[in-house]
């Protein structure tokens, strides 16, 4: 009963942050949203699961061709966030880092939200990052992902293109390195 106390907060919390369009009046909310525990059972809904190897074919924000297939032999960080969302914000730079330090680790980040393309590269110059970012439509999202209830939700793929994790809420770069070194994948440098 309690988790799905907390998720119907994190829900009303989601739908009433989606109606601050303007990322300069809202940049980053005042509080963290309510993010209900991923070890629930139930604290993960969506329409529909998640494919087990999904397929990811997107453009970028700078008018790259994105496709997680081209990836495989790497682990993939699937990142859906926006920009009015404060957890959101808060991990982009270890994301970043993340990117950055590991060859075998790569990110893309999937703008869930309604917002111009010129508004994401603005937002971008103020918190850039070396990852792609692309702008997804919220009304026709990914077919292969479950759709977010709930920002940041963060999607780790193996090598082999299944799903390895899903992350619903804030992940570090050490969370997403442990589920990769569990899987045989070498260590972060120290």
Not at 60 to 74: C, D, I, P
Not at 88 to 116: F, H, N, T, W
Not at 127 to 143: C, S
Request: charged fraction near 25%; glycine fraction near 4%.
């Amino acid at each position: 009963m309690k988790s799905k106390t907390m998720l119907c907060g994190a829900l009303l919390l989601f739908a009433l942050a989606a109606c601050k369009r303007d990322a300069e009046a809202a940049p980053v909310a005042a509080t963290p949203p309510v993010v209900p525990d991923a070890t629930a059972p139930d604290a993960v809904s969506s329409s529909h699961a998640t494919a087990e190897v999904p397929v990811l074919k997107i453009e970028t924000v700078e008018g790259s061709a994105y496709e997680l297939a081209a990836h495989r032999g790497k682990w993939v960080v699937v990142n859906f966030w926006a920009t009015w969302c404060a957890p959101c914000i808060k991990e982009m730079p270890e994301l970043s880092a993340l990117d950055k330090q590991r060859e075998d680790i790569e990110v893309v980040g999937l703008a869930y939200e309604e917002i111009e393309p010129q508004a994401m590269r603005d937002f971008l110059k103020t918190r850039p990052v070396v990852y792609p970012v692309a702008i997804l439509d919220v009304y026709n999202p990914p077919k292969d992902f479950a759709t977010p209830r709930g920002l940041p939700m963060t999607y780790l793929i193996a090598p082999d293109g299944k799903v390895a994790k899903q992350f619903l809420g804030p992940v570090t770069a050490k969370e997403i390195e442990t589920v990769a070194a569990s899987a045989g994948s070498p260590k972060a440098a120290k």
